[in-house]
């Protein structure tokens, strides 16, 4: 980090590895699912429990039973269209790949969730199953920060609107202020000032 600071429940915090990130309750989708989100090559089940491994061993050895288990689980609650939890994330579909990484989290208790970019690549029904997701995960009180490059997509899901270009907060927007034009404003402007 170049500056600022990271507060949790009101506490500073530092985080230096994605360890201390799940520690912190925190979790993130990358914006290219298949090479930072999953092991493609893994199955459904593998890819659900893989950063909380402890949830489901004891003395170093895992439990495919508790595994299959949890998969199980989730595959129902996030309507992840598999025929079971052994088939392997790189036959899925875009969309049900990101929800197997948003399961992987959900997993972790994450109560912070970063999403990078968290519908491209998938079909627009898929895109509409994401959102549902994105809006119960908000009303269960998680906090949910969307980064995305369509303004359609962060008017639509966002309460506050942070607009960021070349890594530095360019404004805040909320309510009836979330604008396309508005947001433009700000990106633009701010440059043309640079």
């Not at 593998?46 to 299959?68: C, M, P, Q, V």
């Not at 079971?84 to 197997?100: F, H, I, P, Y």
């Amino acid at each position: 980090a170049d500056a600022g600071e990271v507060l949790i429940h009101g506490a500073p915090v530092t985080i230096t590895s994605p360890r201390e990130a799940i520690a912190h309750k925190m979790g993130m989708l990358t914006e290219d699912r298949k090479t930072q989100g999953l092991v493609l090559e893994s199955s459904i089940g593998e890819n659900i429990t893989l950063a909380a491994l402890r949830k489901i061993g004891k003395k170093g050895f895992l439990s495919r039973r508790t595994e299959k288990t949890v998969a199980a689980d989730y595959l129902k609650v996030l309507q992840i269209k598999a025929p079971d939890t052994g088939v392997a994330a790189m036959n899925l579909s875009g969309g049900n790949q990101q929800k197997v990484v948003v399961a992987k989290w959900l997993y972790t208790d994450a109560e912070i969730l970063i999403l990078d970019e968290p519908t491209r690549g998938i079909d627009v029904g898929a895109k509409y199953e994401i959102y549902q997701l994105i809006n119960r995960l908000a009303d269960e009180g998680r906090s949910i920060i969307i980064i995305s490059s369509e303004t359609s997509e962060v008017i639509e899901m966002s309460d506050r609107l942070l607009v960021v270009h070349e890594g530095r907060i360019r404004g805040e927007l909320c309510g009836a202020d979330m604008t396309s034009e508005n947001i433009m404003k700000l990106a633009i402007l701010e440059e043309a000032k640079a």
